[in-house]
Protein backbone atom coordinates (compact mmCIF):
# COMPACT_ATOMS: atom_id res chain seq x y z
CA UNK A 1 0.00 0.00 0.00
CA UNK A 2 1.59 3.37 -1.14
CA UNK A 3 0.89 5.97 1.63
CA UNK A 4 -0.49 9.12 0.08
CA UNK A 5 1.77 11.44 2.12
CA UNK A 6 5.30 10.40 1.07
CA UNK A 7 6.82 10.99 -1.66
CA UNK A 8 9.06 8.94 -3.73
CA UNK A 9 12.23 9.70 -1.67
CA UNK A 10 9.76 9.13 1.92
CA UNK A 11 9.22 12.44 2.81
CA UNK A 12 6.23 14.20 4.20
CA UNK A 13 4.18 15.73 2.07
CA UNK A 14 0.86 17.89 1.59
CA UNK A 15 -1.25 15.66 -0.96
CA UNK A 16 -2.17 17.81 -3.87
CA UNK A 17 -5.97 17.88 -3.91
CA UNK A 18 -6.58 20.14 -7.07
CA UNK A 19 -7.99 18.08 -9.23
CA UNK A 20 -10.65 16.57 -7.11
CA UNK A 21 -14.08 17.04 -7.55
CA UNK A 22 -15.55 19.13 -5.06
CA UNK A 23 -18.19 16.81 -3.02
CA UNK A 24 -19.68 16.64 0.20
CA UNK A 25 -17.86 15.43 3.03
CA UNK A 26 -19.03 14.13 6.18
CA UNK A 27 -17.02 12.43 9.59
CA UNK A 28 -18.44 11.29 12.90
CA UNK A 29 -15.89 10.35 15.81
CA UNK A 30 -16.22 9.35 19.00
CA UNK A 31 -14.08 9.19 22.40
CA UNK A 32 -14.11 8.39 25.81
CA UNK A 33 -12.80 9.97 29.27
CA UNK A 34 -13.09 7.73 32.24
CA UNK A 35 -13.03 9.47 36.20
CA UNK A 36 -13.51 8.60 39.07
CA UNK A 37 -16.99 8.12 40.54
CA UNK A 38 -16.41 10.94 42.57
CA UNK A 39 -15.39 12.82 40.10
CA UNK A 40 -17.90 11.81 37.41
CA UNK A 41 -20.60 13.20 40.59
CA UNK A 42 -19.20 16.29 40.66
CA UNK A 43 -19.51 16.63 36.78
CA UNK A 44 -22.89 15.59 37.24
CA UNK A 45 -24.02 17.86 39.64
CA UNK A 46 -22.10 20.38 38.08
CA UNK A 47 -19.91 21.27 40.77
CA UNK A 48 -16.62 21.42 38.86
CA UNK A 49 -15.09 25.09 40.00
CA UNK A 50 -14.18 25.90 35.84
CA UNK A 51 -18.15 25.50 35.30
CA UNK A 52 -20.09 23.36 33.07
CA UNK A 53 -17.61 21.04 32.16
CA UNK A 54 -19.46 19.61 29.33
CA UNK A 55 -20.98 22.54 27.08
CA UNK A 56 -17.16 24.09 27.82
CA UNK A 57 -16.00 20.96 26.13
CA UNK A 58 -18.84 21.20 23.03
CA UNK A 59 -17.64 24.53 22.33
CA UNK A 60 -13.87 23.62 22.40
CA UNK A 61 -14.35 20.73 20.44
CA UNK A 62 -15.85 23.18 17.88
CA UNK A 63 -13.10 25.38 17.86
CA UNK A 64 -10.76 22.36 17.45
CA UNK A 65 -12.04 21.32 14.36
CA UNK A 66 -11.76 24.62 12.52
CA UNK A 67 -8.37 24.56 13.76
CA UNK A 68 -7.09 21.75 12.44
CA UNK A 69 -5.36 22.50 9.60
CA UNK A 70 -2.88 24.90 12.08
CA UNK A 71 -2.35 21.39 14.41
CA UNK A 72 -1.89 18.52 12.17
CA UNK A 73 0.87 19.81 9.46
CA UNK A 74 -0.25 17.72 6.20
CA UNK A 75 -4.10 18.65 6.11
CA UNK A 76 -5.40 21.13 4.33
CA UNK A 77 -7.43 23.84 5.51
CA UNK A 78 -11.40 23.00 4.70
CA UNK A 79 -13.66 25.47 5.04
CA UNK A 80 -16.78 23.35 7.23
CA UNK A 81 -19.82 23.74 6.86
CA UNK A 82 -21.19 22.24 9.90
CA UNK A 83 -19.68 20.70 13.32
CA UNK A 84 -21.84 19.71 16.42
CA UNK A 85 -19.87 17.95 18.99
CA UNK A 86 -21.97 16.76 22.22
CA UNK A 87 -20.80 15.60 24.72
CA UNK A 88 -22.75 13.58 27.25
CA UNK A 89 -22.50 11.58 30.94
CA UNK A 90 -21.53 8.04 30.87
CA UNK A 91 -22.33 6.59 33.86
CA UNK A 92 -20.91 2.68 32.82
CA UNK A 93 -17.63 4.27 32.51
CA UNK A 94 -17.78 6.29 34.68
CA UNK A 95 -17.29 9.42 32.54
CA UNK A 96 -17.74 11.46 29.93
CA UNK A 97 -18.55 10.44 26.28
CA UNK A 98 -17.57 12.97 23.06
CA UNK A 99 -18.99 12.33 19.53
CA UNK A 100 -18.29 14.74 16.60
CA UNK A 101 -19.93 15.29 13.47
CA UNK A 102 -18.09 17.37 10.26
CA UNK A 103 -19.50 18.44 7.42
CA UNK A 104 -17.80 20.29 4.01
CA UNK A 105 -18.22 21.02 0.59
CA UNK A 106 -14.71 19.85 -0.47
CA UNK A 107 -11.93 18.15 -2.43
CA UNK A 108 -10.70 16.89 0.67
CA UNK A 109 -12.28 14.77 3.57
CA UNK A 110 -13.32 15.76 7.19
CA UNK A 111 -12.21 13.03 9.27
CA UNK A 112 -9.36 14.82 11.36
CA UNK A 113 -11.99 17.68 11.50
CA UNK A 114 -13.95 15.06 13.41
CA UNK A 115 -11.27 13.29 15.73
CA UNK A 116 -9.26 16.87 16.66
CA UNK A 117 -12.90 17.79 17.95
CA UNK A 118 -13.44 14.49 19.98
CA UNK A 119 -9.33 15.07 21.16
CA UNK A 120 -9.63 18.23 22.15
CA UNK A 121 -13.10 18.33 23.95
CA UNK A 122 -11.63 15.01 26.08
CA UNK A 123 -8.77 17.15 26.79
CA UNK A 124 -10.73 20.00 27.92
CA UNK A 125 -12.92 17.83 30.04
CA UNK A 126 -9.24 16.27 31.17
CA UNK A 127 -8.10 20.23 32.51
CA UNK A 128 -11.53 21.52 33.74
CA UNK A 129 -11.72 17.91 36.42
CA UNK A 130 -8.05 17.40 37.08
CA UNK A 131 -8.09 19.11 40.28
CA UNK A 132 -10.97 16.18 41.23
CA UNK A 133 -9.01 13.34 39.52
CA UNK A 134 -5.72 13.34 37.55
CA UNK A 135 -5.63 9.52 36.91
CA UNK A 136 -8.40 10.21 34.00
CA UNK A 137 -7.84 8.16 31.02
CA UNK A 138 -8.61 9.13 27.78
CA UNK A 139 -9.68 6.62 25.57
CA UNK A 140 -10.98 5.07 22.47
CA UNK A 141 -10.76 8.35 20.29
CA UNK A 142 -11.59 6.66 17.04
CA UNK A 143 -13.65 7.08 13.51
CA UNK A 144 -17.23 5.85 13.53
CA UNK A 145 -17.63 6.68 9.50
CA UNK A 146 -17.33 9.20 6.81
CA UNK A 147 -18.82 9.33 3.45
CA UNK A 148 -17.88 11.41 0.13
CA UNK A 149 -14.91 11.64 -1.75
CA UNK A 150 -12.76 9.32 -4.63
CA UNK A 151 -12.82 6.55 -1.46
CA UNK A 152 -16.80 6.15 -1.08
CA UNK A 153 -18.38 5.56 2.17
CA UNK A 154 -17.15 3.66 5.37
CA UNK A 155 -18.42 2.78 8.51
CA UNK A 156 -16.80 1.45 11.56
CA UNK A 157 -17.83 -2.47 12.60
CA UNK A 158 -20.62 -2.39 15.18
CA UNK A 159 -18.38 -5.20 17.07
CA UNK A 160 -15.48 -2.69 16.86
Known amino acids: MKLSHVDAAGRARMVDVGDKPLT????????????SRDAFRLVADQQVAKGDVLAVSEVAGTLAAKRTAELIPLCHPVGL?????????????PGVRVRAAAKA???????????TAVSVALLTVYDMVKGADRSMEIDKVRLLEKAGGSHGDWRRDTAD
Open 24 to 35: VRTAVAEGTIRM
Open 81 to 93: DHVEVEASLDESL
Open 105 to 115: VGRTGVEMEAL
